[in-house]
């Protein structure tokens, strides 16, 4: 797995160095940055007066991002309720929105190095460009987008975050036990678990260890850690690997329990093959580059995921357009923003 992490960074730091240069002579800085933000929004018709003049052509002075209506003469500010209203780093912004459309994966840190920005400023522009894509998935995506209790991506929760309580590892909910999730009668113990008793024949060694420790009654990891004498690393992936399969089901305060018959019954056609492969690839790609994400950004980052797996839709162009539609208006105040404790994901 480590090796597996190890090409998919390589290849990503390649795909950037390739892709680059190109970009480089494009925009050069920030003002050929808004000169392309106009051009696009006249192109797709989308740069318009109130008065309803539509621009066909427009020219702007340098550093200024408003241009004067032919008919009206008033002032039409071109940037806003796009990625880019408001903000110094333009090229930044569009770079990043560039990386990605090319099959990149961008971190605070390399548009740190690439653009000269503070590394706060690189995640806040990471975190702005999942907006826009979680309002364009909202708006065109919802009705086939699939559910996902966000305790499926604890091996990647690793960050803390300002909802992250004291005590609390990153990937911990704030939720209680519900009774019908945990059975912790001993009948349950000795009956309802037979299906997961015979486990498949491609579990590891650490993963029937693991699930041996795992009973009706909610376990911690670290008591998991204590109980099979492995890293906390180690076993976050038997665990995530056991939830994929339907083994075991997370509870509230970083805890897992075995799931009923009932339960594990629906939970397997919950989970379509696509979602599973999409699970699978995020929790290697993030862990990979990212190294880990915060629960408070999940979602954000599963939908810059999405826009790196599924190449057909996000094609060339897509990303630059979904950040110049200013219909999306997304609430981009990232202070408030938490993930929902159902993430939504768009697999097939």
């Given amino acids: 797995m480590g090796l597996k992490r190890n090409l998919v960074s390589a290849a990503n730091e390649q795909l950037i160095s390739s892709c680059l240069p190109e970009f480089s002579a494009l925009v ?7 000169d392309l933000i106009l051009q696009i929004q006249i192109q797709q018709r989308r740069l318009r007066c109130r ?3 539509v621009f066909e052509s427009a020219a702007r002075a340098k550093y200024e991002r408003k241009v004067e209506c032919n008919v009206c003469r008033k002032k039409i500010y071109f940037t806003v309720g796009t990625l880019y209203e ?13 990386l990605m459309e090319h099959g990149a994966v961008v971190t605070s840190t390399k548009l740190k190095q690439l653009f000269g920005i503070a590394t706060s400023t690189g995640l806040s522009i ?5 907006v826009y894509i979680e309002a364009m998935r909202e708006t065109s995506f919802d009705r086939v987008s699939e559910n996902v209790n966000c305790p499926i991506f604890g091996e990647i929760m690793i960050k803390r975050s300002r909802i992250t309580g004291a005590y609390e590892h990153a990937s911990a909910v704030p939720e209680e036990v519900s009774v019908s999730n945990v059975d912790s009668s001993a009948d349950a113990n000795s009956g309802q678990f037979s299906e997961s008793a015979n486990t498949p024949d491609d579990l590891g060694d650490l993963d029937r260890e693991v699930l041996a420790q795992i009973s009706a009654a909610p376990i911690s990891v670290d008591s998991i850690c204590q109980k099979v ?5 180690a076993v976050g992936a038997a665990l ?9 089901t997370s509870a509230p305060g970083n805890s897992f329990v075995r799931p009923t018959a009932a339960k594990r019954e629906s939970r397997s056609t919950e989970f379509s093959p696509q979602l599973l492969e999409f699970i699978e690839a995020a929790v290697v790609n993030i862990k990979a580059i990212r190294q880990g994400v915060s629960r408070k950004y999940l979602q954000l980052y599963l939908g810059a995921f999405w826009c790196y797996l599924d190449r057909d839709f996000w094609r060339e162009g897509v990303l630059l ?12 105040n ?15």
């Fill in 240 to 248: 995530t690997m056991l939830e994929i399969l339907g083994h075991i």
């Fill in 321 to 332: 357009l979904v950040s110049l539609d200013s219909s999306l208006s997304p609430d981009r």
């Fill in 126 to 130: 990471i975190n702005t460009i999942g």
């Fill in 28 to 34: 050069p800085d920030d003002e050929a940055a808004l």
């Fill in 229 to 233: 004498n492995q890293p906390a690393g």
């Fill in 51 to 53: 008065c309803g003049y």
């Fill in 86 to 98: 408001g903000v110094a780093s333009v090229r930044a912004r569009m770079g990043a929105v560039w």
């Fill in 334 to 348: 990232l202070f408030d923003y938490e993930s929902p404790l159902m993430v939504s994901v768009v697999s097939g």
